[in-house]
Every structure is written in C-alpha cells, then in structure tokens.
C-alpha cells in the first residue's frame, strides 16, 4: 500500500516538474514603432510640413517595447514599400550587442526598451515594418507589425 501511494505521489510531480523544465517561450514584443527624424543637415524640409518631400533626408529608429527579455537570442526587424517587404531595410540583430555598427544601424537597450537605429532614408512616407524575436532553439514569435500608413 505504501509503495502504491509512492508511486500516485511521484508521477504527479514528476509531470509537474517535466513541464516546468521545458524550456519557455519567448514573449513577443508589447509594442513596436518606427520614428523618421529630418536629418539635421537636410535643406529641403519645410518645418511644420507633416509630409516629407522626395528629397528630405531622413533617419530612422524603431522602437521596441518587450514584455520580457528571457531567452531572446536575437531581433529581426524589416521595412518594406508593402505588408511584409523588406526592400527597404532588412537586418536581424544579436540581442544586447549593442553599439553602432559598420552598416550604419544601432543597437541600445534600455530595461525592456530597444532602440535601432535603422539608417538613412530619403522621403520616406509610406511603409511597412515588422519585428520578430528569436530564441536559441529556432522559435520565433508571429511578427509585430507597423505601419504609419494605417
């Protein structure tokens, strides 16, 4: 009888314990925007004009608001002329390696808050962006979505 009631005690902990040991998955971001500031060497901005002109240079930073920072291997973001494109930008970032880097982009992270500096663009109105997060076993989240245009 002991031995019976051993064994009902041990396997309820066990699958407890299996389940907790699994590794977790990673949260997606809370929220994701992407800023455009006129360059200050730029010329061709007309201040308090909310739409930029073909020639107004710009520079970009998305802005990456996580909900937990536990197993995050790395950051892919994109920017793309359509839902889903990556024509205008593309990089996946090692998560906190931060620093600028030789293509132009930055990576900072402040608490739960991610700072990329995206790089140059010239009269940038309309596109798309996403952010996924990667986990050291290949996970990846559904993507988080931005778009001015909406």
Known sequence: MKKILLVLFIIPVLLFSYKR??????????DFEVYLVV????TSHVFGDTTFYSNTHLIGTMVIALQDTANIKSISVSMGSSSGGTD???KTFTFDNSGTFQD???YKRVGLIVYLGVGNFMGLNNFYSQVVLQDNSGYSTNPVTY???N
Not at 21 to 30: E, F, L, S, T
Not at 39 to 42: E, G, K, L, M
Request: aromatic share 4%; hydrophobic share 25%; no cysteine.
């Open 147 to 149: 778009s001015p245009n």
């Open 39 to 42: 360059s200050p060497t730029d």
């Open 104 to 106: 132009g982009t930055s």
């Open 88 to 90: 205008l930008f593309n």
């Open 21 to 30: 040991a699994k590794a977790q998955d990673i949260v997606p971001p809370g």
